[in-house]
């Protein structure tokens, strides 16, 4: 059983709906969501001039390897709409792979953990909600002390527990 950290985020339509179809699908194709934090409204990074995002972080259990859970979550994203046309663009659905356990992978379909979750409030926020006490297999540091450390002051908003 491997233990996976999700990242999910939607800036276009019914951001609320998108989310939750995410969540559906990834428990009906990939695994158990243990835990999932509340959403958070957080202001576009990178590409700022694009709606705000929510996000929501999910704790799964599941059987697939990482690799399949990167090919099953990418389905997923196609299945719900998500179309790659503009990098770090507005999309209905994005699907990221945080952590896996406490592995290290390095392959061109996947990164664990996640380049930039160390750097980025809006994936640290709600991460940190859910898995404070994870500690990063790279930094080695926990979630709560990588957010209390973190620089990025972008805006990063608790909006609704959906629990």
């Known amino acids: 059983m491997n233990k996976a950290y999700l990242l999910t985020g939607s800036n276009l339509g019914d951001r609320f709906a998108y989310l939750r179809q995410a969540i559906q699908l990834i428990q009906q194709l ?3 969501a243990v835990q999932v934090s509340s959403f958070y409204q957080t202001a576009a990074w990178g590409l700022t001039d694009q709606p705000d995002f929510y996000n929501q972080a999910i704790e799964l259990n599941t059987e697939l390897s990482p690799e399949n859970l ?3 979550l ?3 994203e196609k299945q719900i709409g998500r179309e790659r046309n503009v990098k770090m663009g507005p999309r209905i659905i994005d699907i990221d792979i945080l952590l896996i356990n406490d592995q290290v992978i390095n392959t061109p379909l996947l990164t664990v953990p996640h380049p ?3 750097e980025r409030r809006f994936a640290l926020a709600p991460l940190a909600e859910i898995a ?3 500690v990063h297999p790279v930094l080695h540091k926990t979630i709560a002390q990588l ?3 973190l ?3 972008l805006s990063v908003n608790k909006i609704y527990t959906d629990k």
Request: glycine share 4%; proline share 5%.
């Open 30 to 32: 990939c695994g158990t």
């Open 70 to 72: 990167m090919q099953s």
């Open 74 to 76: 990418l389905e997923i």
């Open 116 to 118: 930039f979750l160390a």
């Open 132 to 134: 404070p006490d994870v």
């Open 147 to 149: 957010l209390h450390d």
């Open 151 to 153: 620089a990025d002051t």
